[in-house]
């Protein structure tokens, strides 16, 4: 029983040596390695797996990718990354025996291999997107994206944004358009921020105090949804025939921009001033 269990155990061990291919072969070798379907050892190492060395006689280094890889739509990268990450095994992403149209090329590549001097300097690889928003942006890719997904995770930091430019925020977003935001020709940033555009801080101030009985809606002088316009007509003694006669007593004949003199409810303010 003991010697044919033996003679057993040799014969599988020599068919093994003999025709690998056959005997463990755990499937069709992809379309590129065809050639060498039955030349198991081209490949692997007795008892040894399968070393870079053996995969580098066929496949330089320096020139993976410079032909075969295609990323966009169409669009080729000459992606010749692998002289960095030399000291991982190959079969770390690329496999075989899958079949005809199977193995090779992993679909998504693990960034982890590449040493942290490489991480995070993604255009070594990677070209910039030729969009107008990723012009005006530094190259510190890592600050909006990571390596296991491009889309953001959370919300996109203005401060990647070339400081010359983060205050222009139409130069990538497109403005309201109701009437008031139409009539403002100040920057965003007088009113919004960049981590958020609710809620806003406007002024009013600076054009005019809302104070008093002038603290009211802003359909009150800003008639019609018309934010490029206010009239001051309709209240207390501000008719047209009121306003003109108080103001020629004066000697003040331009009277049609109320605020340019009057900048609150004080009263007595403005007085003597011709526009």
């Not at 890889?69 to 030399?86: N, Q």
């Not at 390596?147 to 070339?162: A, C, I, P, Q």
Request: proline content about 4%; overall charge negative; some cysteine.
């Amino acid at each position: 029983m003991i010697i044919t269990g033996l003679l057993g155990t040799i014969v599988f061990i020599l068919l093994t040596a003999k025709y690998p291919h056959i005997m463990l072969s755990p499937g069709d070798l992809m379309q590129g390695h065809q050639k060498i379907e039955h030349q198991c050892f081209a490949c692997h190492q007795a008892f040894g797996g399968i070393p870079n060395t053996k995969c580098i006689s066929c496949h330089e280094l320096a020139a993976i990718g410079k032909d075969t890889l295609a990323f966009g739509e169409g669009k080729k990268d000459k992606v010749l990354f692998h002289t960095r990450i030399d000291q991982y095994a190959c079969i770390s992403c690329h496999t075989d025996h899958a079949g005809l149209n199977g193995g090779g090329t992993p679909q998504v590549f693990d960034h982890s291999l590449l040493p942290p001097s490489v991480l995070s300097e993604c255009l070594t690889c990677h070209s910039r997107p030729n969009d107008k928003l990723h012009q005006q942006l530094t190259n510190a890719c890592v600050k909006c994206h990571t390596t296991s997904t491009w889309k953001l995770e959370s919300g996109f930091n203005h401060d990647m944004v070339e400081p010359s430019i983060r205050n222009k925020c139409a130069s990538c977003h497109r403005g309201p358009d109701d009437d008031m935001h139409l009539s403002l020709k100040e920057e965003c940033s007088k009113c919004h921020g960049t981590n958020q555009w609710l809620p806003a801080t406007f002024d009013h101030t600076a054009y005019f105090v809302l104070d008093r009985d002038h603290n009211s809606r802003c359909s009150t002088c800003h008639v019609a949804n018309n934010y490029r316009q206010y009239t001051c007509y309709g209240c207390h003694e501000h008719t047209v025939s009121n306003i003109s006669e108080e103001h020629r007593e004066e000697g003040i004949s331009n009277f049609t921009n109320c605020v340019s003199c009057h900048k609150s409810a004080e009263e007595g303010e403005g007085e003597g001033e011709d526009d």
